[in-house]
């Protein structure tokens, strides 16, 4: 498997959503660990797709957000996907599909 093919851990912590000051139309999703190091920083683009998986295994059902985000615009989009805790899974999901759309170009 490639380099590009590989998944990239980015671990677990606290996942934010900050919308800029002045321009409210700028949005980004920020996921910092019990550090405070930030391990994954993204735009949300107007109109991003997020899709929600559930997979059960083994008697425990485990949520999965998805998404193409550009990390590296060198790179280009990539897909994303975050564990969620089920208990959170659907507000974030309803969040991060609300400040899609309510993000202008």
């Known amino acids: 498997m490639t380099d590009q093919k590989k998944w990239k ?3 677990s912590g606290n996942l934010r959503l900050y919308r800029h000051r002045t321009d ?3 949005r980004r999703m ?3 660990n ?5 391990q994954f920083n993204v735009s949300i683009y107007p109109n991003m797709r997020f899709d929600m998986n ?3 295994k083994g008697g425990s059902i485990k949520k999965y957000i998805t998404f ?3 990390e590296d615009p060198k790179e280009g989009p990539k897909l994303v996907m975050f564990l969620v805790g ?3 899974a659907d507000e974030l999901f ?3 599909q609300a400040l899609a759309k309510k993000t202008n170009p």
């Open 9 to 11: 851990q980015y671990g």
């Open 86 to 88: 089920k208990d959170v």
């Open 68 to 70: 193409s985000a550009v």
């Open 94 to 96: 309803g969040h991060l």
């Open 30 to 32: 920020v996921l910092r």
């Open 24 to 26: 409210k139309s700028k």
């Open 54 to 56: 559930t997979k059960n």
């Open 34 to 38: 019990n550090v405070g190091k930030v």
